[in-house]
Nanobody, 117 residues
Framework: QVQLVDSGGGLVQAGGSLRLSCAAS????????MGWYRQAPGKERELVAR???????NYGDSVKGRFTISRGNGKNTVNLEMNSLKPEDTAVYYC???????????WGQGTQVTVSS
């Protein structure tokens, strides 16, 4: 099993930047991918960015060119650099890990990102 702790959210003005971090603990050797999803009020949860164990990355269309996902020191952390933030980026951001042979989802507790106009 895996436990995820995400952090780094906050309030920022449009055009600003924030950095989110997620630390995994537990059976981290069986993590296939880690990433971030977000959910705004009244909307479905959507993929923001994901990094696979081979280093490849995926991004949601709305954040391409503005957000960058990367590994921290060691396999158990990922960071999300968010630049040129827009009010529509406002959401709760959740760290996600895909684990084991059946790629089971694990989730962090979520961190609020608010972008003011």
């Amino acid at each position: 099993q895996v436990q995820l702790v995400d952090s780094g959210g906050g309030l920022v003005q449009a055009g600003g930047s924030l950095r989110l971090s997620c630390a995994a603990s537990g059976s981290i050797g069986s993590i296939n991918a880690m990433g971030w999803y977000r959910q705004a009020p009244g909307k479905e949860r959507e993929l923001v960015a994901r990094i696979i164990s081979d280093g490849s990355t995926n991004y949601g269309d709305s954040v391409k060119g503005r957000f960058t996902i990367s590994r921290g020191n060691g396999k158990n952390t990922v960071n999300l650099e968010m630049n040129s933030l827009k009010p529509e980026d406002t959401a709760v951001y959740y760290c996600n890990a895909l684990y084991g042979s059946n790629w089971r989802d694990y989730w962090g507790q979520g961190t609020q990102v608010t972008v003011s106009s």
